[in-house]
């Protein structure tokens, strides 16, 4: 059977996941845009390393919940420590959330969205994981993850993040000051600049860096950068904020 344009949406549960027949875009906006300006406090974890474009943990689970569960029999519902909830308001209500999730009421399932949840037998394929953030939040529901990506340090994030809730804290810390003592100011001092709102001879930390290949011109000889500009952004203040070769690289 094929269904015109025009026609109005079938929301019935039948053989279609929550997230094929609904989704709470308004809800999720909201948290976005907060963990948007704070990753660092909302999800830590991704910021362990950078990734450009690296899709929102919020967005991601919103995502999972959505689409993995599809049986509240096959769903377990943790309390604090996670001890399983046998009875409640969530257990039963679960079942009957999952089929009233429509485009005109998305937000049916959103009170599990902060609930602790395990998803029975499900499995969770990303062929361009990037730096895996839905194949991490789709793991907190308990799914067997697979990711593939071109990039090996793309792997190497993801492996990194799936792995990280077997890191004893005492032993990371403890190698990571180890590592900040022997390397910490031999790096930061190639991080320098000068700083534009000091009339003496300060410098002022570099936040983020652009490493830009250089090549011999066939033309002239001189050493070009493989770089458009130094701008790195334009600013609507009058200062504007211009980047340069750091002095000494």
């Known amino acids: 059977m094929r269904i ?3 026609s109005p949406p079938d929301d019935s549960a039948s053989g279609r996941r929550p997230l094929e027949r609904g989704f709470p875009i308004e809800r999720i906006s909201a948290i976005a845009e907060r963990e948007r300006r704070a990753k660092r406090h909302y999800r830590p974890i991704y910021t362990m390393h950078k990734w450009w474009a690296r899709r929102l943990g919020s967005v991601g689970r919103a995502i999972s919940l959505y ?32 089929d009233a999730v429509s485009a005109t009421d998305p ?3 959103w009170p599990w969205y902060t609930s602790d949840i395990t998803i029975d037998d499900v499995r969770v394929y990303d062929p361009f994981m990037g730096g895996g953030t839905f194949l991490t939040e789709a793991a907190r529901f308990g799914a067997d993850v697979i990711g ?46 000068p700083c534009p709102h000091a009339s003496d001879d300060h410098t002022a930390d570099v936040m983020h860096a652009l490493w830009v290949k250089e090549l011999d011109c066939v033309s002239c000889g001189d050493t070009v950068p493989l770089f458009g500009s ?20």
């Open 107 to 109: 937000d049916a399932l």
């Open 4 to 6: 015109s344009p025009m």
């Open 67 to 98: 689409g993995l569960i599809t049986d509240a029999d096959a769903t377990t519902i943790h309390g604090e420590g996670r001890q399983i909830t046998l009875d409640g308001p969530d257990e039963s209500a679960l079942a009957g959330a999952i």
């Open 148 to 193: 593939t990506d071109l990039n090996p340090v793309a792997w190497f994030v993801t492996k990194t993040q799936l792995g990280a809730s077997s890191v004893e804290l005492d032993a990371f810390d403890a190698a990571f000051e180890s590592v900040t003592a022997e390397v910490a100011e031999e790096l930061t001092n190639h991080y320098q600049t």
């Open 230 to 249: 130094p701008r790195r952004e334009r600013s609507v203040r009058p200062q504007g904020r211009v980047s340069g070769p750091l002095p000494g690289l």
